[in-house]
């Protein structure tokens, strides 16, 4: 049974920074394609970063490239991301994700089988 559970969110002015992490329990994080995804009740589940530490793959999302940080604690069976240079229009839901890697990492909500229960981010 897997279970991912987020912590991390809350209020920041633009331009701070925030860090969110995802304990994962029920699989190992190093074997799994690992993500975050947010959400608005605006849009859509989107893909903001994912990482797969069987070949090193680090994706971002153009809104997060240069301002997020994905990474994971293998010990600790831990994803993180870290994001910096906050912006109001990165309010959302924060959600951390994962799927058992087969040939590749899929970057779509719908290939990933477990969730995590979200977490708020609010920048204002």
């Known amino acids: 049974h897997v279970q991912l559970v987020e912590s991390g969110g809350g209020s920041v002015q633009p331009g701070g920074s925030l860090g969110l992490s995802c304990a994962g329990s029920g699989l190992t994080v190093s074997t799994y394609c690992m993500a975050w995804f947010r959400q608005t009740s605006a849009k859509e589940r989107e893909v903001v970063a994912l990482i797969y530490e069987g070949d090193g793959s680090v994706y971002y999302a153009d809104s997060a490239e240069g301002r997020f940080t994905i990474s994971q604690d293998n010990d600790k069976n831990t994803l993180y991301l870290q994001m910096d240079s906050l912006k109001p229009e990165d309010t959302a839901m924060y959600y951390c994700?994962?799927?058992?890697?087969?040939?590749?990492?899929?970057?779509?909500?719908?290939?990933?089988?477990?969730w995590g229960q979200g977490t708020q981010v609010t920048v204002s």
């Open positions: 994700a994962a799927h058992p890697r087969n040939n590749d990492c899929s970057l779509r909500a719908i290939d990933f089988t477990d």
